[in-house]
Nanobody
């Protein structure tokens, strides 16, 4: 089993920045892709970003390109999401996930082997 724990959420004013972290523990092994998703109240979960094991391949939701950056530190089993120029519509619970089976392909289809509990991000106007 793999446990994922997110941190770094909070309240920020529009135009501000936040950096989310997601630490993996347990039988993490290697060669797994990780991703970030978000879910706002009353809306379905949506894909935010994904990164492969090496970190060389990253993917983003089209609407977020240029503002969000995903990265990872495999030595720390941690993936990050740097969020800049935040907008009120970015308010959501942000959830990280890990995919061993089909890597970033699964994550982009909002499928994963393991999910975190999420961290709340609230952007005030």
């Amino acid at each position: 089993q793999v446990q994922l724990v997110e941190s770094g959420g909070g309240l920020v004013q529009a135009g501000g920045s936040l950096r989310l972290s997601c630490a993996a523990s347990g039988r993490t092994g290697s060669n797994y892709a990780m991703g970030w998703f978000r879910q706002a109240p009353g809306k379905e979960r949506e894909f935010v970003a994904a990164i492969n094991w090496s970190g060389r391949s990253t993917y983003y939701a089209d609407s977020l390109k240029g503002r969000f950056t995903i990265s990872r530190d495999n030595a720390k089993n941690t993936v990050y999401l740097q969020m800049n120029s935040l907008k009120p519509e970015d308010t959501a619970v942000y959830v990280c996930a890990a995919s061993y089976s089909s890597g970033t392909i699964s994550l982009r289809a909002i499928r994963a082997d393991y999910w975190g509990q999420g961290t709340q991000v609230t952007v005030s106007s």
